[in-house]
């Protein structure tokens, strides 16, 4: 299970033919784990799987723990420790320590109602929180497991006990998704000196790449997008280039002018452009429409002259240096490209440094300085 949707999917799935499952969630880790937080895995009564938190004998721990969650309905939190694991020997190198938390999921209760709920969210491209009581103290007033879902900054299903809780989770609750990554945050009780523990599970939508132009350096550049789980959109106002033969891998393909195109694309934070046109003069009409709009990344490709040739262009019409400066150009991780398939990788890799963070230097990065410069002094050339 890839991302949010496909395991709602397979819950929602679940529970139609089950009465009961378990879900063991990664919550938080120590050191290098074999997964991610937020990593799941749903195991069924007859000890089926789906989904992944890491393998090997700390899994195992984690599959007997949900087969007697189903049988008590108790959730608890299985504590994997792979710092003792490594050695010659091991078929791994992690070594980190993993907070994994099991609960029960019932279809008589919320359970289908939630992961259709979620799944409803996803589709409409609204980010969606799953949040559930990890950790507590003796004697707080919420019990362990309770669960809740905001979307939009507002509770959508569940609730919790503890008014005071509720009302600082959802103040928490835009904030995480900003931060775009599932966390734990821990709130103190002044009444009862304890503590809580809740588990932000954020399940967004899947992100959109927009590939502008239909040539040679597209083909590679809808596989690497594709492989890193993007929804891929072509867009040419070339059916002979835009087609599904030549773009097996795109879900979307958009026969139009560019500008029409973007008549009916929403550009949103979980958009990633890359301009890969047949001329400048294409990069600047798409961006004209496109650069005081939130994307998360917006890239075109081109040589140093013709990346500034643009920007001078857009600056005289009155766009900021700041807003131009947003565009990663020229366009990818300074890895010395040469063929199509190199350049697509080397962009790949740049929407990954922007999506999941990094420090990895792009080419945009080492030419933005001068830029500036440049820019800012009204030069004819860099």
């Not at 997964?35 to 799941?40: L, N, P, Q, S, Y």
């Not at 007859?46 to 984690?62: F, L």
């Not at 504590?79 to 019932?106: A, H, K, Q, R, Y």
């Amino acid at each position: 299970m890839s991302g949010a949707a496909d395991f709602y999917t397979s819950l929602r799935r679940s529970l139609q033919v089950e009465q009961q499952v378990a879900v063991a969630t990664i919550v938080r880790t120590r050191g290098s784990s074999p997964r991610e937080v937020g990593a799941r895995m749903l195991i069924r009564p007859d000890g089926a799987t789906d989904g992944t938190v890491g393998g090997g004998c700390g899994e195992a721990e984690v599959w007997r723990a949900a087969l007697e969650v189903m049988a008590d309905e108790q959730p608890r939190m299985v504590v994997v420790d792979l710092t003792n694991d490594i050695g010659l020997n091991t078929d791994g190198v992690c070594g980190g320590i993993m907070d994994i938390f099991v609960e029960p999921w019932n279809a008589a209760s919320d359970g289908q109602d939630l992961s259709s709920a979620v799944l409803e969210a996803i589709a409409e491209r609204r980010a969606a929180l799953t949040v559930t009581v990890v950790a507590r103290s003796r004697g707080v007033p919420v019990a362990l497991g309770q669960r809740a879902l905001i979307v939009d900054g507002k509770l959508r299903r569940g609730s919790f006990d503890w008014p005071d809780l509720e009302a600082r989770v959802l103040a928490d609750a835009p904030a995480v998704v900003v931060d775009g990554r599932s966390q734990v945050r821990t709130y103190g009780s002044l009444a009862t000196a304890g503590q809580v523990s809740v588990f932000f599970d954020l399940a967004l939508p899947r992100p959109t790449l927009i590939v502008f132009g239909a040539g040679h350096v597209a083909l590679p550049m809808a596989h690497v997008g594709s492989l890193l789980d993007f929804e891929v959109v072509i867009v040419d106002d070339r059916a002979s280039f835009a087609s599904a033969d030549r773009f097996p891998s795109a879900d979307r393909i958009v026969v139009e002018d560019f500008e029409t195109a973007l008549e009916e694309l929403p550009i949103t934070p979980s958009t990633y452009v890359v301009l890969v046109t047949r001329g400048h003069a294409h990069d600047v009409r798409v961006l004209r429409k496109i650069i005081s709009k939130p994307a998360a990344y917006i890239g075109m490709i081109g040589s140093r002259r013709r990346v500034y040739a643009v920007f001078k262009l857009l600056r005289d019409e009155g766009v900021a240096v700041d807003d131009l400066l947003r565009i990663h150009a020229p366009i990818g991780l300074d890895i010395k490209t040469e063929t199509p398939g190199e350049i697509a990788v080397s962009v790949g890799a740049e929407l990954l440094k922007v999506r999941r963070g990094g420090d990895a230097a792009s080419m945009s990065d080492i030419l933005r300085p001068q830029y500036r410069y440049s820019l800012t002094r009204g030069d004819q050339d860099v």
